[in-house]
């Protein structure tokens, strides 16, 4: 059993989707909202903001293909095929339609299923990453891309080399992300066992390694549609708006944020703040 920090205990289960088997915690009633982590990352970022969501919706928060608890993949981590994971798991769970929430790695995933599925997305929530090349994040590279992008891209260099330091490794990304103040013991632990090993590293670098595809991937949804479901941007240190204006000139209906005083690592250095933004966006109001 795992209890969410706001008291909520979601029912973890193991649902098979696109081939592989996703670990996702499940919790409330009402519309679904679909929540996607990113790296070094496991459904547990979501555990301050749960409670806050579920007495309004069906919460569904997965494991990534190859992260967590999930399939161990050998391959499928573009993002289009991160989508179609997601796709595949809301028809397994008997969502017709969801809103989707993605952050950091779960952002070109969830931007890609309201590109190519819009009739099942309700609304849209980015958080804290780029979308591939498209224009907009200029200013954001103009030092060149952070400097793990290099690092986890090149195939089996960063497992050899973090051997025996995954801890390190993760804790680094964890404080950094939170602007020195760090995240809740537990979820720590549960971070670090989850990267403990090469192959979760593997996984985790193969997003990265394929960054190059799902940057195609989203040129060619853009060059081929608007993005019509209603969507919101949210920022903080460091991307701030990049995602913003990226998504601006190919938006419809679009709202930006910038949460202040926050790190990458919205969900657990400023729940309540983002808590705040989501819960009427959701609605609708």
């Not at 005083?261 to 705040?276: E, K, T, V």
Request: with cysteine; hydrophobic share 45%.
């Amino acid at each position: 059993m795992v209890t969410t920090r706001g008291g909520i205990v979601p029912d973890i289960v193991r649902v098979r989707a696109n081939g592989i088997d996703v670990n996702v915690a499940v919790a409330g009633a009402g519309p679904a909202v679909l929540l996607l982590h990113g790296f070094p990352h496991t459904w547990r970022l979501w555990s301050e903001v749960i409670p806050q969501l579920a007495p309004r919706h069906r919460v569904i928060a997965p494991d990534l293909r190859g992260l967590g608890a999930s399939t161990r993949a050998a391959d499928g981590y573009d993002a289009g095929t991160l989508a179609a994971d997601a796709e595949a798991l809301l028809d397994a769970l008997g969502e017709q339609t969801a809103a989707v929430v993605g952050i950091d790695a779960g952002t070109p995933p969830a931007f890609l299923l309201a590109m190519r599925r819009p009739e099942r997305i309700r609304r849209l929530v980015v958080m804290e990453s780029l979308l591939g090349t498209l224009p907009g994040a200029e200013d954001f590279l103009a030092g060149g891309a952070p400097w793990w992008f290099g690092f986890h891209s090149v195939p089996g260099l960063a497992e050899t080399v973090l051997a025996g330091h995954e801890a390190e490794y993760v804790d680094w990304f964890l404080k950094t992300g939170t602007r020195g103040r760090g995240i809740p013991g537990e979820i720590r632990d549960e971070f670090v066992a989850a990267y403990a090993e090469s192959e979760a590293l593997r996984c985790a670098f193969s997003i990265y390694r394929e960054m190059p595809t799902s940057a195609r991937q989203i040129r060619e949804s853009v060059a081929a549609a608007r993005l019509s479901v209603p969507t919101m941007a949210i920022g903080a240190h460091p991307v701030g708006s990049a995602l913003e204006r990226q998504l601006r000139p190919i938006a419809d209906d679009l709202v930006a944020h910038l949460v202040e005083d926050c790190g990458h690592i919205i969900p657990l250095d400023r729940p309540q703040a983002l808590a705040s933004l989501l819960i009427p966006f959701l609605a609708g109001v």
